[in-house]
């Protein structure tokens, strides 16, 4: 319990920061956080797949990737209530130590929009949780993919993803792939953990140069 409600900790810290990266006053602009999850929901969905006149087969590393997506608006979701972050750590961690879910992943992807759009203002981290059980997914592994991710956001930030001259694709794939490669080389339980995803992703996009 302790070591998740650390790992939020510094989850929250770092969405903080990001946040302020995107604007500085971010917490007072109104961001629509519930409709960012929602449709964030409609794309995990789709990477599931749930279309019954086509063959489809699951892209788990992706349907991760969204649930990774969906807990940064939650944090910011969060943050923004003006709360301190050691009261939002505990809160979250007892949503996620309660996980709530369907039968199913896709029909709990679908509470979660759902229950998103009836309390816009609430953040459902037990549905997460929820999910998080259906894809085998524990606290560690959460901690690893948002660090990585938001890393990674703000690796485009810092170069040029508002103007247009980042470089999405790295060697024909998308940077979101290169950042799963660089993740599996890498120490989670080292204190420089969020500073070696960066260096490594700095590495990696040099030698595209």
Same mark, same amino acid.
């Given at each position: 319990?302790?070591?998740?409600?650390?790992?939020? #900790? #510094?989850?929250?810290?770092?969405?903080?920061?990001?946040?302020?990266?995107?604007?500085?006053?971010?917490?007072?602009?109104?961001?629509?956080?519930?409709?960012?999850?929602?449709?964030?929901?409609?794309?995990?969905? =789709?990477?599931?797949?749930?279309?019954?006149?086509?063959?489809?087969?699951?892209?788990?590393?992706?349907?991760?990737? =969204?649930?990774?997506?969906?807990?940064?608006?939650?944090?910011?979701?969060?943050?923004? #209530?003006?709360?301190?972050?050691?009261?939002?750590?505990?809160?979250?961690?007892?949503?996620?130590?309660?996980?709530?879910?369907?039968?199913?992943?896709?029909? #709990?992807? =679908?509470?979660?929009?759902?229950?998103?759009?009836?309390?816009?203002?609430?953040?459902?981290?037990?549905?997460?949780?929820?999910?998080?059980?259906?894809?085998?997914?524990?606290?560690? =592994?959460?901690?690893?993919?948002?660090?990585?991710?938001?890393?990674?956001?703000?690796?485009?930030?810092?170069?040029?993803?508002?103007?247009?001259?980042?470089?999405?694709?790295?060697?024909?794939?998308?940077?979101?792939?290169?950042?799963?490669?660089?993740?599996?080389?890498?120490?989670?339980?080292?204190?420089?953990?969020?500073?070696?995803?960066?260096?490594?992703?700095?590495?990696?996009?040099?030698?595209?140069?």
């Amino acid at each position: 319990m302790n070591d998740l409600k650390t790992k939020l #900790t #510094t989850m929250l810290q770092l969405q903080g920061e990001m946040n302020l990266w995107i604007h500085e006053d971010w917490a007072n602009q109104g961001f629509e956080w519930h409709r960012a999850i929602w449709i964030e929901a409609g794309e995990m969905l =789709e990477h599931y797949g749930w279309k019954w006149w086509k063959h489809q087969k699951p892209d788990l590393p992706q349907v991760k990737l =969204e649930v990774i997506d969906i807990v940064h608006f939650m944090l910011s979701q969060e943050l923004s #209530t003006g709360d301190d972050v050691d009261s939002i750590a505990e809160r979250v961690t007892a949503d996620l130590s309660n996980p709530r879910a369907t039968d199913d992943l896709k029909t #709990t992807i =679908e509470l979660l929009a759902m229950e998103t759009l009836q309390e816009p203002q609430h953040a459902h981290f037990d549905i997460i949780a929820g999910l998080m059980r259906f894809l085998d997914m524990d606290i560690n =592994e959460l901690y690893e993919r948002y660090v990585g991710k938001n890393v990674l956001n703000i690796f485009r930030q810092d170069n040029g993803y508002k103007t247009g001259d980042y470089k999405k694709l790295w060697d024909g794939r998308e940077d979101n792939e290169c950042l799963e490669d660089i993740l599996d080389t890498l120490d989670i339980n080292s204190e420089t953990y969020r500073d070696d995803v960066y260096t490594s992703l700095q590495s990696r996009y040099s030698s595209l140069q």
